[in-house]
């Protein structure tokens, strides 16, 4: 895909090797005052944090570090961050890595007078920077949910970047985009609209680019596809004139909230056993999805969507991902019950489930 910029609402700056020049570009705009926040190690290991000081200080900025973002991001770290945006008078924050960064940072931003934000993706796959969504853990309370922060002003998106982290969170990330597709996809109405053929298309683009990027990591075309795939998924196109339902999100977000796992490893377990509790109720949609997707057909309506479902477990363990709890090392009944009693629940994409079927879900993939 040939480089572009587009904005909806976040102005986005996309195409391989486009970092450089986008950043330098968007520094011109803002103060001296800038916050640089990310996550763990790989930022420093790999020389890009190197980068991005020269940079800074090339444009004549102050820089304070913001670092140490872990996967999860806590309440605690998100008012660390307001804290020192406060005594540092941020005239911008520039958040480098994948969602869990964004996030925190979109919530960051918002503070007593909102702050701009700018977001250089490392790892793709949550489209955390499309939107101003954000998951936050409160770890007193044990709740992992959903808060509304800033926009971002702009992302920069330059596939060349995701080759700073590891395989196992790219194909991660890759399965999050996958997951937002299809708890759109399943989403109200039900009767087949352009929002959903399109839907169709980028899930087949991720599932074909998944795999071939873990055939050959150096697919710079594989790269730049699933990263794009990402933006889509949480850009809010796919889901014009759809009411979503993110059932399965909720669950693994209440589960990371007692467990601290890995999102797309506790989505990819998650997936196919919400699923087939919902075959009668969502065979329709489910069944296209079987067919357009992944290509797999039975002789009944409700034949083609479980065939659909298999497929669908059948990818999961090709690309490494476990598809029961104990691959992730979680074998307490009673934790599981606790993550059923207290995630939210949604109204459903065809029907609403209850607390007691979601623990009987989380039971069955153990």
Not at 124 to 139: H, K, L, M, P
Not at 178 to 186: F, G, K, P
Not at 228 to 255: P, R, Y
Not at 264 to 272: D, N, Y
Request: aromatic share 6%.
């Amino acid at each position: 895909m040939n480089r572009f910029d587009y904005q909806f609402p976040v102005r986005i700056h996309f195409g391989q090797g486009c970092f450089e020049d986008s950043l330098k570009n968007e520094l011109q705009k803002y103060g001296k005052n800038v916050m640089l926040a990310y996550g763990g190690g790989s930022l420093k290991r790999t020389g890009l944090y190197d980068r991005i000081v020269a940079m800074l200080n090339e444009a004549g900025k102050t820089v304070t570090d913001f670092g140490g973002i872990m996967p999860n991001p806590t309440l605690k770290k998100v008012q660390e961050g307001q804290q020192l945006a406060r005594e540092t008078k941020a005239d911008l924050i520039l958040a480098v890595g994948g969602g869990s960064v964004s996030d925190c940072c979109k919530i960051v931003a918002m503070g007593d007078t909102p702050i701009p934000l700018g977001v250089v993706v490392t790892a793709s796959g949550t489209g955390s920077e499309q939107n101003n969504g954000a998951v936050i853990t409160d770890e007193e309370k044990k709740v992992k949910g959903a808060m509304w922060g800033v926009f971002a002003d702009f992302a920069i998106l330059d596939p060349d970047l995701t080759k700073t982290v590891p395989m196992k969170q790219v194909i991660s990330g890759a399965f999050d985009t996958l997951s937002h597709c299809m708890e759109t996809y399943l989403g109200h109405p039900h009767t087949c609209n352009l929002s959903d053929r399109i839907n169709e298309a980028v899930q087949r683009s991720v599932i074909k680019n998944l795999k071939a990027i873990i055939a050959n990591p150096d697919d710079d075309f594989a790269r730049s596809e699933l990263m794009w795939a990402s933006a889509m998924g949480e850009n809010g196109i796919l889901k014009l004139g759809k009411v979503t339902d993110f059932q399965c999100h909720m669950i693994e977000h209440q589960l990371g909230a007692y467990t601290d796992c890995n999102h797309g490893q506790g989505l990819a377990v998650i997936h196919p056993a919400v699923y087939r509790h919902l075959l009668d109720a969502g065979k329709e949609k489910l069944a296209r999805m079987a067919e357009e997707v992944w290509s797999v057909k039975g002789i009944t309506q409700a034949e083609t969507a479980a065939l659909g479902i298999d497929a669908l477990e059948a990818f999961i363990k090709e690309i490494g991902l476990p598809t029961r709890w104990s691959e992730m090392g979680i074998t307490d009944e009673r934790m599981l019950r606790a993550v059923a009693d207290t995630c939210f629940i949604t109204p459903g994409c065809c029907r609403q489930m209850s607390r007691d079927e979601i623990f009987e879900i989380l039971k069955e993939v153990m």
